[in-house]
């Protein structure tokens, strides 16, 4: 039998790589809140699935500053989610590098410093 130590993306892996590669905005529920998000890295830490995410509108468990924050997302967590049409947000500010994804998959940023395995 052969192994491999790429499992097989889970449908929502799938759902947030197509937000990525349409430019698509996600609108899902996470910690029991109803967020929309676009989706900027897509990888793995410690073999879970992950997601940066810019939050420009819905809930969480603080407050949303004025147009939105950077969310790190374990996608096992996410549930109901929908793909939309709408303006793409990733936020103005990327004062430091981010922690969230260790093995970048997908990135949007056509210069991105983290290696992805696939480009848009």
């Known amino acids: 039998m052969l192994m491999t130590s790429n499992p097989v993306p889970s449908a929502t ?3 947030f790589e197509q937000a990525m590669t349409g430019r698509k905005q ?3 529920t996470y910690g029991g809140y ?3 998000l ?5 990888g ?3 073999g879970e699935e992950v997601v940066l995410a810019y939050q420009f509108a819905g809930r969480s468990n603080s407050p949303l500053p004025p147009g939105g ?3 790190c997302l374990r996608l096992s967590k996410v ?3 929908q793909l939309r049409d709408g303006p793409w947000h990733a936020g103005s500010s990327h ?3 981010q922690a969230c994804v260790q093995a970048v998959d997908l990135d949007v940023n056509p210069a991105s410093p983290y290696n992805p395995k696939r480009r848009l």
């Open 13 to 15: 892996y799938h759902l």
């Open 26 to 28: 996600v609108r899902c």
């Open 34 to 36: 109803l967020r929309e």
């Open 38 to 42: 676009c989706p900027v890295i897509l």
């Open 44 to 46: 793995h830490t410690n």
């Open 69 to 71: 924050q950077w969310k």
């Open 79 to 81: 549930t109901n989610g």
């Open 95 to 97: 004062a430091r590098r």
